[in-house]
């Protein structure tokens, strides 16, 4: 069955210190997604990926967060300087049509931050 | 934000019984209304969905309820099965892209 790679499965990094988190989504899916679920609380939504551009991002996506898609196969998520706020497990997810038939997500990548 | 309830953090349920799993929302503009599975160490797994046309949609033991007046949608788990034991998350969005998630249930199905 297809699935979502995501790697590193675990990342450790020092506060203020860039981490680039990497996908690969399905290959026939159109839409990129990255979620994030902090230690204890909800799976929160990121931002959305479509047509090479982001389509919707959360209030949590802020300037120091960006995302890419550098060559087609893989889609990647970036933290210019990471606080120790942003530990948590971060999920990509992909879809043909869109969200309403369900994603399919990686197994995440915990990034911790020190 | 807590557009999405699950209000009860864990259900206990013996095997081969019936495992219900609720959530609230208050945004009434949701036109879908998802269920999600998760297990340790994995991602969100999807399992069933219903749009806001629909008041029921079946998937073999999965069946999802939505009840629109009272905001209301429930997971039916029917019979249950250890290996279900998992965390369930309901989630909802209207037709864009972002899914709002509840935060999420335990279920142990007891053998």
């Known amino acids: 069955e297809p699935e979502v790679t995501q790697t590193p499965s675990h990342q450790v990094t020092q506060m203020g210190q860039e981490v680039i988190l990497r996908c690969v989504p399905i290959s026939n899916h159109l839409y990129f997604y990255w979620y994030r679920q902090i230690l204890g609380q909800k799976v929160e939504f990121l931002v959305s990926f479509y047509n090479n551009e982001i389509s919707e991002k959360s209030e949590i996506f802020d300037d120091q967060f960006s995302v890419e898609r550098p060559d087609g196969s893989n889609f990647t998520l970036k933290i210019r300087s990471t606080k120790l706020e942003d530990s948590a497990m971060y999920f990509c997810?992909?879809?043909?049509?869109?969200?309403?038939?369900?994603?399919?997500f990686g197994s995440g990548t915990r990034l911790t931050v020190v | 934000d807590q557009q999405v309830k699950q209000n009860s953090p864990s259900l206990s349920v013996q095997e081969g019984r019936i495992s219900i799993l609720n959530c609230d929302y208050t945004?009434?503009?949701?036109?879908?209304f998802l269920w999600y599975k998760k297990y340790p160490a994995e991602g969100p797994t999807f399992l069933i969905s219903?749009?806001?046309?629909?008041d029921k949609n079946e998937d073999g033991r999965f069946t999802v309820f939505l009840n629109k007046s009272a905001k209301h949608l429930s997971l039916h788990i029917v019979p249950s099965q250890p290996g279900d034991s998992a965390v369930y998350f309901c989630a909802a969005g209207e037709y864009g892209n972002k899914l709002v998630f509840g935060a999420g249930t335990i279920l142990r199905v007891k053998s």
């Open positions: 219903i749009s806001s046309i629909k």
């Open positions: 997810a992909s879809s043909e049509t869109g969200p309403d038939y369900g994603y399919t």
């Open positions: 945004n009434s503009m949701f036109d879908y």
